[in-house]
């Protein structure tokens, strides 16, 4: 499974998808054209290993397609981004990671 379903729920502002039942999701702030990625929840129940990195991959195109800029406070995703140098293109000028 590569292609994981996002909802942005600007409400709570965050990014859900369901998986095996449960509810992951990303929590963010938003703060002119920057998306501050602040937490990230993945419920014990979630045993597809693969499923962290394409729930990640997911939102970062959602933001891509917006045109907004991404600062990673959450340790997996900064962990994520450092790994996958093509998203660096994301980060607003002067963060690095």
């Known amino acids: 499974m590569n ?6 729920n600007d409400f709570l502002r965050q990014f859900e998808t369901t998986t095996d039942g449960v509810l992951a999701k990303i929590e963010y702030a938003l703060q002119e054209r920057k998306i501050f990625l602040t937490k990230m929840v993945i419920p014990e129940e979630v045993t597809d290993v693969a499923f962290k990195d394409n729930f990640i991959k997911a939102v970062l195109k959602h933001i891509e397609e917006q045109n907004l800029k991404v600062v990673p406070t959450a340790p997996e995703i900064a962990g994520f981004l450092r790994k996958h140098k093509e998203y660096k293109d994301l980060l607003p000028v002067g963060i690095r990671i």
Request: net charge negative; proline share 0%.
């Open 3 to 8: 292609d994981v379903s996002i909802t942005d």
